[in-house]
């Protein structure tokens, strides 16, 4: 190849490319500069907080120092802790000289074994080599003992420190060694004796400090400047493989488990106006207490509190704000949904629970009736389970009858057979099958009684609509159906926003179909009298009446402020007397309500009530009560006329002014409202002649929480809820949301939930349905408040990944607690009793119970019910309260309360659950077997009669005797019910401080005090008490127990009161009670003592 | 040249890189210095000069006719004898008992010194002596029962801790103190339902009862504007602006209607 000429212009040669390079180096070095930044920050802001937080938590760690040094000077000047320093001083001084000395004889003691150990070891080697050498040559044995015995009769000479020079034997090296140790172990145990005082007084000097100091001691201060300063940046992460739990939320919330109290505002940098980003991530766990039960070594932060706790990367995606995570944080207002993963089973989380959102979304759920259209997990079960049994009779009924065709047909072939082997072989078969009809007959009577509590068990939120027509003022139903809560705010019933059309097809059906069985007429009342009634015997516990500031009473049951205007005055009375009653009974098996003329087919009476439950005409159970959980007080039909008369004067128009609704006995509107009542699911709440087995019109709830978010309807407003724009406009529905109208895009399940609660047909919206298409779901009119409670409760409503075991399903007594909770929430008993401090029952609230001596009159806290009660006792109390089969007109215990404890028919079932509710709320062993109470000798019954009735223990001042002059006033139980009722040991304790049991009884402490380990009445005691060593608590407890009515009276007539009657207030005894005397109207029976 | 320098480029910044990542543990080891928290100053309060204090005295009435006071029946108790009228309104030709009256406000931050001497209260009779009392927050009352029988003495507070405690005759006084601002507290006792008394708890030493003339007086206050409640167990409360001039005393009457009883 000829050589070219390079050419002049070559752009390898004359090009330069630096500019090129330049920029590719340029490139590449930002890309690698940034690819390093990165890894190690952009992709870790988690480093950032970290060393923010060895910087903000060491500065706040140097004042929390200081003010420690001052708190720990301030506990140090106090006089006990000088006392316990004085006392630690005065120890080691006394042990000084004693311990010095024994420590001097140890260390000369040890310095002589040294010596003679140095020897010993050395010649034991040699005996022992050679004792080894005589067991195992046998031939020379001889030899070599003789050569051991002449080596241990050798001696050796120990030199001992102090120059001393000692020949020994073997044998006397031997025992000079030992006895040289035993000496030192015994001088050793004695110096630990010397030095007990001082360690004791010591460990109480430190206990002190400890107990004292309410932060942290300076010393442990010290260890978490340590501890921070060392730590070097890397991920903190909770790794719970069992649970599939990977939690790094700790990688920038460092503070979550410090042992102190850090907020945003400890944490943030001098003079900062706000806290900033990393002293927010700083703070403390709020609530320390609630760590100590879930450990989050164990359950991690996820679980409650969601969001992903595996990203690291930027706090939006470790919270779980982003599109493809479905577990985003819980917000703050929502925060207690994270209970729900493990506490769905519960009602109440903690027995002791107050003000928990969660808690009170459960509640709500359940007495709203959103259970009556939502099946959810656990609530409202016993439907399903009364259908599951109806199944299981009708399967069991099948193969009864099989069996019994079977048996003939073989038996039939057995007379024929041919040879008595077959014969005997045919008949065995058949007499087989009769013995499993007889066992199936004894499966069927169990679940007939089962079947029976259940039935007592299942309640409906609504009235029961087939009395319909004997207990409402016909023109006021469709008034009332136009829009429930304008005739009665805060009512259970929602909003259905019915057509005029619906409403009478609706009310029309309704009208046609109750029950036009006739009631008893009933004398008019006073009404007076029964507004003291209605004030005082309760029933505000449950009920609420008059509006806005006037209004006073609970809110678990309707506002009867304008009752007057819809009811009728003799079904009142007759709901008054016992709300259980029923018009007539229903027979789920064969779906019909029983009549008389049922009854009279088979010639029996027409009776039904719990204990002639069984349908006359094939023998099932009955559905024998009104579903509702209003109790019967007990009241005399004169009580019950006179609170109804009242009631009726409840109202702001006369019922006569409801315009006519005629329109509702047209015949022609009955189909049409049967299908409307269908469409809106009424029998969800209401019993309703022919639709009692309608199923749940509404979408299942128990995992709504998990549900994608593209299967929540957000129909036309799935970009108005991205871009945050808010639909409601109705200013009444737009009150509703918990956060005002929305301000940020809710896009979420929050914002779903929280627009449906409050406007449910929202989601209609701009949508052309026609009236069956129409979201059926009524306006609950719910409060703020109460919309955040049941967003929270659907949050929480989530299929949880975490395994079974974390589930909160306890198996022992908490089970009994979780069970009673159920039963607690269910009849409202908290409307009345307190259960713990600090939850305030709603007579409590009363301003009425604000004065000193209506206090007295609030029903017993029931703090302690479990070790007070024997439960046996409780539950014949609790299944009937007056503990009289006749007297039933009263409180058997506390007939001196003016308000009355209910009969609520609990079943078998619930009777069992709340007793152990009780007993396992006080850590009481059940079945309970009753201490025995020694019997006092006579010198001793006259010693504690002496007491009982001494001027300063005037226990029959205030406890009542029987005796109807004594029993005005008196303010506490009859004495002859402890032995059935109380265990001994509680009434010792009683008596020593109820005000510790039961803080704010009329009963006083002070009345023993505790001198040298023994008990003694605190007032002058009477002189047979001399030398008396035993506990005067237990003497009295031992005399109470076996107080006879003859010695309770003797004693009451002793002490100037009138003589008492001679019943007793224990069962079936009728007595007469305080509240006759209060109460000059109530029941004309039975008057003055017997 | 021009290249190569360039190409030492990168391993430059690398190098770079790697000392900044290395220096990144020591920096920032000085701490931030924080200065000793300041113990919260206590609210400094004028001091009161004794040359200049006044005092406010005055009556109060009841407008219109005392209710005849209803009987007690203390039948039930042989060793309660006394007077067998409720004290609920006890009111002499006009001028009204057992007011408790107080400085409300006006008196600012000013803290006083707990008076070390006990308040007493006194059953005998089966009655409460006084009727009305007043006591510092903190002060002890010291609590006597000069009856032949048995007294418990019950407080049902708002604010305070509820307590009940049994005093037997001759028992050792009981001693117990309030800790919160409470007016009208009533105490009982639950063994003599119609024994009652309230005790006033406040927080300055400038309080008083009516006597049996209606008549009281507060003495010791600094100048000042002050409001005034005169409070009773069954009236209710009234209020009243006062302004004390250096040295003056003061008039403040105040009459309650003896109506909405």
Redesign the interface.
Known sequence: MPDKPVPDNDPIVTKSY?AH??IA?TL??AS??WA?WDE?FGMRPWKAYQ?EW??RY???L??AS??SDVSQKEVEGSSDYQKLKQDLDQATQQATPHVRDLQKQIGDLSAKILAVQSVFTDRRAYVNALTYQIETNPSSKQSIQKDLDKYKAQTATVEYPDGSKQPYNFEQLEETYNSLKDQRAKLNAELGDTLKPVTQAKAALDEYVNDHMVDLTPAQIVGLEKKTEDL?PSIQQINVAEANIVDRCESCHMGAREPVKLTAASMS??GAKAPDDFAKAFVSHPNPALLQVHDPDKFGCSPCHQGNGRATTSIEKAHGNYEHWLWPLYTKQNLEAGCQTCHAADMMLVSGDVGWTISKGKDLFRQRGCMGCHRYEGYDKEPEELQSLNQQIKQLEGERRDNTKQSAYLMKRADAAESNDEANKLNDEAVGLRVANSKIDGRLQQIDFRAHSLMQDAKKVGPNLKDARLKLNKNWIPVWLKKPSEFRPGTKMPNFRLTDAQIQAISAYIWQSGFTDSLPHQKPGNADHGKELFETRGCLACHSIGEGDDLQGGTFSANLTRVGEKANYDYLVRWIHNARERTRPYCPYEKKDIGPEDYAKKNLPYVFDLAHSKCPNDGHELQVQNMTVMPSLRLSVEDAQDIATYLLTQKKQEPSTYADASFMDDPKLKDEGQKWIRHYGCAGCHEISGMEDEGRIGTELTFEGSKPIERLDFALFTEGAERGKEPITNPEDLARLPEGPAKAPWYDHKGFFEHKLAEPEIYDKGMVKSETEALRMPNLHLAKDQVQALTTFLLGSQESGLPANYQYRPQDTRRDIQEGWWIVTKYNCVGCHQFFPGQDSSLMKMKKY?D??W??QLPPKLYTEGARVNPEWLRRFLANPSLSDTDTNRNGVRAYLKVRMPTFSLSDDEQRKLVRFFQALSQQPLPYIPQSVPTLTSKETEMARSLFSS????CL??HATGDAQHDA?A?APNFLLAKERLKPDWVERWITD??AIS?????????FNHVNGQWVF???TPPSFQGYTQDHTKLLVDYIFQLTPEEQRRVASSM?RSTASNSAPASKKPSVGATRHALPHSGASAGGSR | MKKSRLAILPLLALVGLLLLAGCNKKENTEQSSSAPASAPAAPTATPIDPATVGSISGAVKLDGAAPKPSKIDMSQDPACKGANEAETIVSDKGNLANVFVYVKDGLGSRTFDVPKDPVVLDQSGCRYHPHVLGVMAGQTVQIKNDDPTTHNIHPTPKDNREWNESQPPQAAPIEKNFAREEIMLPVKCNQHPWMKMYVNVVKSPFYAVTDKDGKYEIKGLPPGDYTIAFVHEKLGEQTQKVTVAPKESKTADQSFKAGGM
């Open positions: 630096a390079y330049m180096v590449l070095t690698l500069l390093l190690a060393h060895k910087q060491t500065a706040f140097k004042s200081s003010k070097d940098e001098k604000q000193a001596d206090k007295e001027t300063a223990a005037p001042k205030c006033h303010t109820p005000q803080p704010g009884t009329s009963m006083p402490s002070g009345l605190a007032g002058p100037g």
